[in-house]
């Protein structure tokens, strides 16, 4: 009886050919052929092996998996260019929409209804963006042939025909005016007048004011700022 | 006309042409197949595994740096997916549509060049024994073993693909094979 059997792993490298050292083969075919133990154990392996080689002949994948998995590629293809191009497109209409609908609010005509929106309507003064509001307001009260008496931190005080005075509360828009109506024009330079009253005064757009004027009267007014 | 080489076709599904992977699939689709079915031992999701390491590595071709066989890389991202496909498994529970591993259906294709059909059926149980038992071998010895000893590659393939050193592919080959052969003796196959 042999005692120092082939360890396993030599068996192993054998079958693999990795024994590559011709006199150590030779040895090892040599007590195989002695022992019966070793031999059998190198045919069970190599009979191990030889089923698993058997395997790779038997497990087969399926005939049409090519077809399903370029299917499945391009489904999975397409689905990514969507989901990369919707957002993009989405984002687009979004921006579109939106600056088509600031455009029609810019260049709508007063009073336009613009839908659920509140929209104030355009100023009917042609603003000088660049220039304050009190140069606008003497600007306008210039264009009419008004007379200014004071300006200050709070309003302008002037005076002007009463004929004149319908069409000067228009063009004076969302500006607050009080005003009151007299017979004779105050002179330039003169006190302002303490009594003003709110008698008559205008706080709303000045679209629709009208003053039945009546001739040789004139109107004394305050916008305030 | 000579088959166009792995490279090749990398090359035409890198400059836009899709349809060229299918070269690739019907190359690897066996091999693949096998090794994912021996480590979960159930059919279908084998199948959809396949398929999944095939569309990943679709994905992932643009990092293929041909410092190394196409054939390499491709087995690599298989043996990864394989791996990171068990521990997903195990930390959602995954349980195949299809049951469980003792009612896999799928059926042995035996080559009709061997004997009668009472030799294929003896041949079919042997090996479906077989089958059982390599999925029954711990991870780390099946995974070596199959690609060894039924795809037949090297040891160095084997050690580039799995991460590991040449000798403890080595070591790792020579105990599956050990307890492999130990069971089937058990069972009286061989």
Excluded at chain 2, 9 to 37: C, H, P, Q, W
Excluded at chain 2, 109 to 131: C, F, H, M, W, Y
Aim: net charge neutral; glycine share 6%; with cysteine.
């Amino acid at each position: 009886m042999i005692e120092n059997h082939i360890p396993f792993e030599k068996l192993s490298d054998f079958c693999d050919d990795e024994v590559i050292v011709q006199e150590e083969r030779k040895e090892l075919l040599e007590h195989m052929q002695k022992c019966h133990f070793c031999k059998s154990e190198f045919h069970q392996l190599q009979s191990m092996i030889s089923y698993c080689s058997d395997l790779r002949k038997t497990f087969i994948c399926a005939e049409d998996f090519v077809k399903k998995t370029m299917a499945a590629i391009k489904w999975r293809h397409r689905r990514r260019t969507l989901l990369t191009h919707v957002p993009v497109a989405a984002a687009s209409v979004v921006l579109i929409g939106g600056v088509a609908l600031f455009a029609s609010i810019i260049n709508a005509p007063a009073g336009h209804d613009t839908g659920s929106f509140a929209i104030m309507p355009p100023s009917p003064l042609p603003l000088n963006t660049a220039a304050s509001d009190t140069e606008n307001v003497v600007g306008i009260l210039s264009a009419n042939s008004a007379s200014i008496f004071k300006v200050s931190d709070l309003f302008i005080e002037g005076e002007i025909a009463a004929e004149r005075f319908a069409k000067l509360r228009r063009e004076l828009g969302f500006r607050k005016v009080f005003y009151r109506v007299g017979s004779r024009p105050k002179q330039q330079g003169a006190a302002a007048n303490p009594y003003l009253e709110e008698v008559g005064s205008v706080s709303g757009s000045g679209e629709q004011f009208s003053l039945p004027a009546r001739q040789g009267e004139y109107v004394h007014f305050r916008i305030f700022k | 006309m000579l088959p166009i080489d792995d490279i090749e076709v990398v090359d035409k599904v890198l400059s836009g042409d899709t349809e060229a992977f299918s070269l690739i699939v019907e190359r690897y689709r066996n091999m693949t197949f096998r090794y994912v079915y021996s480590r979960f031992n159930n059919y279908d999701e084998a199948m959809d595994i396949t398929q999944d390491i095939f569309i990943m590595s679709l994905e992932a071709l643009k990092s293929f740096r041909r410092e190394s066989k196409f054939s390499t890389w491709f087995y690599s991202i298989m043996v990864n997916y394989c791996k990171n496909y068990r521990k997903k498994s195990k930390r959602y529970n995954v349980v195949p549509i299809s049951g469980g591993k003792d009612d896999d259906e799928y059926e042995l294709q035996i080559p009709d060049d061997r004997a009668g059909p009472e030799e294929n059926v003896i041949t079919n149980d042997s090996l479906r024994i077989v089958k059982d038992e390599i999925y029954r071998l711990p991870d780390d010895y099946k995974e070596v073993l199959v690609l060894r000893d039924i795809e037949g590659l090297s040891y160095n393939d084997i050690s580039e693909m799995v991460g590991i050193n040449l000798s403890n592919v080595k070591v790792r080959i020579h105990r599956g094979r050990e307890l492999l052969k130990n069971r089937l003796s058990e069972r009286g196959l061989i």
